[in-house]
């Protein structure tokens, strides 16, 4: 079961190590299981409040034409994303990261398979296009790679 | 649960702190040689090369100069860059002390947008040049926007993965050491020693403004804003034996390095490793019941390395159990090393430098670059206090690079002309 209450320590900085607290006063060892954390840095990363407002606004942020944020926020709830038994514990982060990993999977669909036809095609599906289109002849024509 | 008790030898405690240190510098150094060997191949760029940067301003060279010429350029170079990384390190330093943490922060964000998208852009267009890599200008619009906006993130947010925040770290320094690469041969080896003696002086002597700025970060207890590379923890098991596990973390008031514009306007190389001494906050705690012993050090800000000292369960917590349960999950006081980013870069510099000549220098280079970094790494150790990383590998490297030329390399060429060995 989670444990959603994280207590920081008031002295810890940098690496911002939040902990949860399992009100127990024994040692670990008589814990078999450990709390599950919703990041893949496990204890060194976010706490289960926060790790909501993060998948939030990356799900937001990546409406700005940023598959490449959706993927990061995949990546980082990942042990949420791949554990189907987090439906009923993190159900809201839950949906913000389908959502986020569904909108990746269209949007590099869409992207790729744009530049697969475009490189693939080539000369002969686009015509003169192709050569105006091409990203090191537009480096040329505007003289993009001078500036170092 | 006996089985989970085997205590961790030295070689896995100590042994992979250190590896999580070295691994990124060798990434670092591999991806900018990858860089130079792919996008220099063959020809010297050494020739008429007269880019006007910060770092050639004081003089253009060509190689048409005597060597003497050369050597007199390299140095007023190497003096005029060092002179404006000191102001500009002053500036931070009076920046941190006047408070504006903000700033600084959106400022370390504005830099690596503009070292991500202009020249991480730049850099992919060569490679697309030289590749003839069929890719459209949308697309590449779009994955370059992608990739600089998602860095920027990872920058700016304390929080984002860890290993996303290394990788962009590490990229953002293998493109600023490219750019040192460009830069003329001696002007680039004079620079290099020149700021490896900065960082001895800025970090050890007493007025040296990364001494002031670690110190104070110490003094207030907060991060120096800045890129700094920090290696992930190394989180003991459960239930070891010995409580105490050291947490060093330092933070190098590294500012990030540019292109010309930054190098104008605000250069902060905080290349040094700094560990701060223990303060006088340690408290200890005896646990009776298991008997171990429990001390808290406050923590040390240093840029570059810092070694900062602290244990879990500390006094004023006064909520035992609590304590006695973060102690029982065992997550307690593993340190990371930080490493400054500007350490990635010199280095990178270094061995990017002399992959232009040869691959042999390479080899060489690599070696003398990872023996000074485990010599900071042990005396950083041994000292506890903030260290500057540069000096022992730099001025290690640029010996290995000029015995190798000159030494080395002709024994080589003859052995295996001579089907001798190798």
């Known amino acids: ?148 | 649960m006996e089985q989970n008790r085997r205590p961790k030898t030295i070689l896995e405690t100590c042994g992979e702190e250190i590896i999580r240190i070295v691994t990124p510098v060798s990434i670092c150094m591999l991806l900018v040689v990858i860089l130079v060997s792919v996008l220099n191949g063959g020809s010297s760029l050494d020739d008429g090369l007269s880019f006007a940067t910060m770092a050639t301003m004081a003089y253009s060279e060509s190689s048409s100069d005597s060597i003497w010429d050369k050597i007199k350029g390299a140095l007023l170079n190497s003096l005029v860059f060092v002179a404006v990384v000191t102001v500009a390190t002053f500036l931070l330093v009076l920046l941190f002390y006047l408070n504006c943490t903000k700033f600084l922060k959106y400022y370390m964000g504005f830099s690596s947008l503009l070292v991500l998208g202009f020249m991480g852009g730049e850099i992919a267009l060569f490679l697309i040049k030289v590749s003839n890599f069929p890719i459209d200008c949308f697309t590449f619009a779009v994955a370059l926007y992608n990739f600089t906006v998602v860095g920027v993130v990872a920058v700016f947010i304390s929080k984002m993965a860890i290993f996303v925040t290394q990788a962009y770290l590490v990229v953002i320094g293998m493109l600023v050491a490219y750019w040192f690469t460009l830069l003329p041969e001696w002007t680039t080896w004079g620079l290099l020693v020149a700021m490896s003696l900065y960082d001895l002086a800025a970090v050890l002597l007493p007025g040296g403004p990364l001494r002031l700025l670690v110190e104070l970060a110490m003094a207030r207890d907060e991060d120096i804003p800045a890129l700094v590379y920090e290696a992930r923890p190394v989180i003991s098991d459960a239930g070891l034996g010995d409580g105490v596990v050291r947490r060093r973390v330092w933070r190098e008031g590294r500012g990030d390095l540019d292109e010309d514009q930054r190098l104008r306007s605000d250069l902060v190389s905080d290349s040094s490793l700094r560990t701060y001494g223990e303060s006088e906050r340690e408290i200890n705690i005896v646990d009776a019941e298991e008997g171990r012993a429990l001390g808290r050090d406050s923590e040390l800000a240093a840029p570059l390395i810092q070694h900062i000292n602290i244990r879990m369960n500390s006094l004023e917590n006064a909520v035992s159990g609590e304590n006695l349960a973060l102690e029982g999950i065992g997550l307690g006081s593993s340190g990371a090393i930080k490493l400054g980013l500007g350490d990635f870069i010199f280095y990178s510099v270094l061995v990017g430098r002399a992959a232009m000549y040869d691959f042999m220098t390479v080899y060489a280079c690599y070696l003398a670059v990872i023996a000074g970094l485990g010599i900071t790494l042990m005396l950083l150790a041994f000292y506890q206090k903030a260290l500057p990383a540069l000096p022992f590998s730099v001025l290690l490297g640029v010996l290995f690079y000029l015995l190798t030329r000159l030494l080395l390399e002709t024994f080589v060429v003859q052995c295996s002309i001579n089907l001798l060995m190798f």
């Not at chain 1, 320590?9 to 009100?23: D, F, I, K, M, Q």
């Not at chain 1, 840095?41 to 998948?55: F, Q, R, W």
């Not at chain 1, 189907?84 to 949906?95: D, I, Y």
């Not at chain 1, 909108?103 to 790729?112: A, D, K, N, Q, Y």
């Open chain 1, 1 to 148: 079961m989670d444990d959603d209450s994280r207590v920081p320590l008031s002295n810890l900085h940098a690496a911002g190590n939040l902990l949860p607290t399992t009100g127990e006063a024994s040692s670990s060892t008589s814990r078999s299981v450990r709390t599950e954390w919703p990041t893949i840095d496990g204890p060194l990363g976010l706490s289960h409040e926060e790790s909501l407002t993060y998948a939030r606004r990356f799900f937001k942020l990546g409406f700005l034409c940023l598959p490449f944020l959706w993927a990061v926020s995949c990546f980082y709830f990942w042990p949420v994303l791949r554990n189907p038994r987090s439906q009923q514990s993190h159900p809201r982060l839950r949906r913000y990261l389908v959502g986020s990993a569904i909108g990746f999977f269209l949007f590099t669909t869409i992207l790729s398979s744009w530049a697969l036809t475009f490189a693939i095609g080539g000369e002969r599906l686009f015509g003169h296009v192709w050569g105006e289109l091409v990203m090191y002849n537009v480096a040329e024509k505007y003289g993009l790679a001078g500036w170092i």
